[in-house]
């Protein structure tokens, strides 16, 4: 909670989160953090929060997400170049790697959410072609928000 000139305490802030994404390990630290400030996040109005983004989001206390405001998750990847020089995604990012995201997630939601967020996600190997969850009831749905 924060602390008021006059000495009061008052309620955690609500951050707003838009990103295209970013570093997996970046995403785990700042949900973690949110986590532990007990700190509320909402995705706004056509808004988009993908990848580590979406990853970050998760670790709100309260997570809102707007009825046109998207939330995007795949699976992690590596990127490298392929035999033509061109960077290209690959998914095959080891057996210690998912566990971790795996269980970010169940740290984050429970063990039956965690493990559903972790299987949709994987079906999704690209950042372009993520998962894609639209507006506040599809969220609070596949609990991604604790509330519309």
Not at 108 to 119: C, N, P, S, V, Y
């Amino acid at each position: 909670p924060c602390t008021a000139a006059d000495g009061s305490t008052v309620a955690a802030p609500i951050i707003y989160l838009h990103s295209r994404g970013g570093r997996l390990d970046d995403g785990y630290a700042l949900g973690r953090e949110l986590r532990r400030l007990g700190i509320s996040v909402a995705i706004g109005a056509e808004e988009q929060c993908a990848s580590s983004c979406a990853v970050a989001f998760l670790g709100g206390k309260k997570r809102v997400v707007a009825d046109d405001g998207l939330v995007v998750f795949h699976a992690p990847y590596f990127m490298e170049k392929n035999e033509m020089g061109v960077r290209d995604g690959d998914c095959d990012v080891g057996e210690n790697y998912l566990a971790e995201l795996r269980a970010y997630y169940q740290e984050m939601t429970d063990a039956e959410t965690g493990d559903r967020l972790f299987e949709r996600t994987m079906w999704y190997c690209s950042a372009d072609a993520g998962w894609v969850v639209k507006g506040g009831s599809a969220a609070e749905l596949y609990g991604i928000a604790t509330e519309k």
